[in-house]
């Protein structure tokens, strides 16, 4: 069973300046799991704890990007600087997927109306 913790929590007014988009693949470049963005924060929103108990420790000032991890039933919190584009058009599998998206439209997928928790 999925459960969400305060890491995967959204509250924020927006992303400043992101280089994915809500709907957009992509790829860890550490991990090498193929995702899926489904919401993301201008700055890490996480708690310092989950922060420190994080492996590799990225800038917290730059977007962060909450993933649906493919194949999974695993979310992700990254750090921009931890993903990178992916090209591959599969069909992603993940439990969540329709229940915040609502079908794929030139490469991305579209994000319906269910907030992300936390998110207003």
Do not use: C
Request: glycine letters at 6%.
């Amino acid at each position: 069973m999925f459960r969400w913790n305060d890491a995967f929590i959204a509250n924020d007014d927006g992303p400043k300046n992101p280089r994915f988009l809500v709907g957009q693949r992509v790829k860890h470049a550490r991990y090498h799991y193929q995702g899926l963005i489904v919401a993301m924060d201008s700055k890490f929103k996480a708690s310092e704890s989950w922060y420190q108990k994080n492996t590799t420790q990225p800038n917290k000032n730059q977007p962060w990007y909450h993933v649906l991890v493919h194949g999974s039933s695993s979310v992700t919190y990254a750090a921009e600087t931890s993903l990178k584009p992916d090209p591959k058009d599969i069909e992603f599998n993940h439990p969540l997927l329709k229940l915040f998206f609502d079908g794929k439209k030139e490469g991305f997928y579209q994000r319906n109306n269910n907030p992300w928790p936390g998110h207003h």
